[in-house]
Antibody
């Protein structure tokens, strides 16, 4: 059973860059797509984007200008950077594994969520 | 973007009840629809994928139906551990989008 563990600073200042990392254990990162999804406290879920182990990535257009994802296969990790943050970016940031079959894709394993607060 | 509309937004029910949650897509999404359960302070958990396929380890009292624009999640006999928030999610067209959730609580 693959395990995902997110990590990152809990507090980021406005206009700075938010960075979170997800470590994959009990499974190789060199298969599947790996996703980031966020959830402001008490609100709904927003897909940020996903990345393949080759580095090929796709982002939500609403965040594309500020998002960069990367993968480090030697560490079995993938990461999210979100630049020029504001209070609206305060959220739980979840990493998840994306599975697919016949074009349908879903998130079958999730990290525990990393709360990032944007505040001065 | 494809908009996902869930109803009701909240629901009160009792242990043993049969409950149905509806999710509607703003356009045809075939069977590209998944359901998740989220409990307070926890990550979402996959219940149903491809509209009707039960994820491994999920109890058979959960079932999903639908195709096109209208989908339902049914809990056949509520158990105490089922009180949570449920989300639908489409994967037909990026960006992947979620419904706003249905909060199921104890009557």
């Amino acid at each position: 059973q693959v395990q995902l563990q997110g990590s990152g600073p809990g507090l980021v200042k406005p206009s700075e860059t938010l960075s979170v990392t997800c470590t994959v254990s009990d499974g190789s990162i060199s298969t599947y797509y790996w996703s980031w999804i966020r959830q402001p406290p008490g609100k709904g879920l927003e897909w940020i984007g996903h990345i393949f182990y080759t580095g090929s990535a796709d982002y939500n257009p609403s965040l594309r200008s500020r998002v960069t994802m990367s993968v480090d296969t030697s560490k079995n990790q993938f990461s999210l950077s979100l630049s020029s943050v504001t209070a609206a970016d305060t959220a739980f940031y979840y990493c998840a594994r994306r599975r697919a079959r016949a074009g349908v894709n879903w998130f079958d394993s999730w990290g525990q969520g990393t709360l990032v607060t944007v505040s001065s | 973007d494809i908009q996902m509309t869930q109803s009701p937004s909240s629901l009160s029910a009792s242990v043993g009840d049969r409950v149905t949650i509806t999710c509607r897509a703003s356009q045809n999404i075939d069977n590209y629809l998944n359901w998740y359960q989220q409990k307070p302070g926890k990550a979402p958990k996959l219940l149903i994928y491809a509209a009707s396929s039960l994820q491994s380890g999920v109890p058979s009292r959960f079932s999903g139906t639908g195709s096109g624009t209208a989908f339902t999640l049914t809990l056949s006999s509520l158990q105490p551990e089922d009180f949570a928030t449920y989300y639908c999610q489409q994967s037909y067209s990026p960006p992947l989008t979620f419904g706003l959730g249905t909060k199921l609580d104890i009557k």
